[in-house]
Structure formats: structure tokens, C-alpha cells
């Protein structure tokens, strides 16, 4: 397992909307689709793996936060919480769920 790789975990686990709401306000958030693995985007981005994380963009599986998005995470009753990744300066999230 490579440095970067072990750097990434140390990085990765759950937040909740509310500690993300802040990322999201300095425009920082990416939401990587479920169907992708979170630290293998978050290496391809931090390696500058332009080529990979440009299909991923154009395939609409790595991407901004829509409007609509925002919205609903700021306005949700139950607390959701996001599998997140730090990427300087990003902060890579995938499948909001409530908490149980």
C-alpha cells in the first residue's frame, strides 16, 4: 500500500451535513458518486491524474454539489451524514443517508 494511500485513510470517514455546510459555503465539496471508490478518486486527484478525473467529471460521476442539493441538505429535518474524504483543498463526499 503506497504512502499517499495510507496518508488517504488517516483522511477518510463519516460527517454530518452540518460540519460539511462550512466546505460547501468556500466552494470545496465534490460529490463523488457511490458507484466510484472515494480514496481511489481521492488519489487520482491528489496525484493531479488529470486524464482520470476528467472522465469521471464528463461521465457526471465526479462533480460540484447541484443547487437543488444544497438546498436539501440545508433544509433536511434528520441529520445526514456523508462518507467524506480530505483532499487539500477539497473535501470529497459520496451518498448522504440519515443517521440512525
Known sequence: M?????????????????DL???AARD?????HPS????QVGEAIATDNAALVGKWMSGGLVRKPTKEELERWNQA???LVFATL????????????PEI
Open 2 to 18: 503506497s504512502d499517499l494511500i495510507k496518508q488517504l485513510q488517516s483522511s477518510f470517514g463519516d460527517s454530518e451535513w452540518h
Open 21 to 23: 455546510a462550512p466546505h
Open 28 to 32: 470545496a465539496l465534490i460529490v463523488v
Open 36 to 39: 466510484l471508490d472515494l480514496l
Open 77 to 79: 429535518t434528520q441529520t
Open 86 to 97: 480530505i483532499v487539500q483543498p477539497f473535501v470529497l463526499i459520496s451518498g448522504d443517508r
